[in-house]
């Protein structure tokens, strides 16, 4: 059994700063890529930043400059550090990780959080 437990979301003024967390817990041999992702009602849900096991990460052109993910192998944690937020930003926040349990890899996503921006 794996879990993903995120916390961190929350409302927040146009311009403001929010950290989101995720700890990934279980029967984990190891954590491949780690990623958030995000959905807002009526659209589907669309990748905001991964990481690899490496530490090479990605952005969607929407948030770079502004969100930075960046993960603790130690703590099999992963973080979504969201600057300059916009009220476009707004929605429910996902962790996902793949992670390799025995012999497989499987893809596991959190319950979500949510992010509220205000203008």
């Known amino acids: 059994q794996v879990q993903l437990v995120e916390s961190g979301g929350g409302l927040v003024q146009a311009g403001g700063s929010l950290r989101l967390s995720c700890v990934v817990s279980?029967?984990?041999?190891?954590?491949?890529?780690m990623g958030w992702y995000r959905q807002v009602p009526g659209k589907q849900r669309e990748l905001v930043a991964v990481?690899?096991?490496?530490?090479?990460?990605n952005h969607a052109d929407s948030v770079k400059g502004r969100f930075t993910i960046s993960r603790d192998n130690a703590k099999n944690t992963v973080y979504l550090q969201m600057n300059s937020l916009e009220p476009e930003d707004t929605g429910v926040y996902y962790c996902?990780?793949?992670?390799?349990?025995?012999?497989?890899?499987?893809?596991?996503w959190g319950q979500g959080t949510q992010v509220t921006v205000s203008s």
């Open positions: 996902n990780a793949r992670v390799v349990v025995s012999l497989l890899v499987n893809n596991y």
């Open positions: 279980g029967n984990i041999v190891s954590i491949a890529t």
């Open positions: 990481i690899s096991s490496g530490g090479s990460a």
